[in-house]
């Protein structure tokens, strides 16, 4: 079986839109598109162990951490397709 990974990047300048749930729903729209290729296994990001906003949004997402990455100041998360 072959792995095609996506890694994705997001952030949402505006205080005034922290906290209202827009990263989460933006996060899962990325995951329905890229999802769309069949090919694709696997999506990935790396938020900064401070930014714990960001590491919520994305467990409600289903990203689960897989190990401290850049010197230990990154998550490495990991988002997996299930293709049943």
């Not at 729209?29 to 401070?50: C, G, H, S």
């Not at 714990?52 to 988002?79: H, P, S």
Request: hydrophobic content about 45%; overall charge positive; proline content about 2%.
């Amino acid at each position: 079986m072959n792995f095609i990974i996506f890694r994705i990047d997001q952030f949402i300048g505006y205080p005034e839109l922290f906290n209202k749930g827009f990263g989460t729903r933006m996060i899962k729209l990325f995951i329905e598109d890229i999802a769309r290729d069949k090919e694709v296994n696997r999506i990935i990001l790396d938020p900064t162990v401070a930014n714990l906003r960001a590491i919520r949004a994305y467990e409600k997402c289903g990203f689960q951490i897989v190990k401290k990455i850049n010197e230990d100041t990154c998550w490495m998360m990991e988002y997996t397709i299930d293709r049943l």
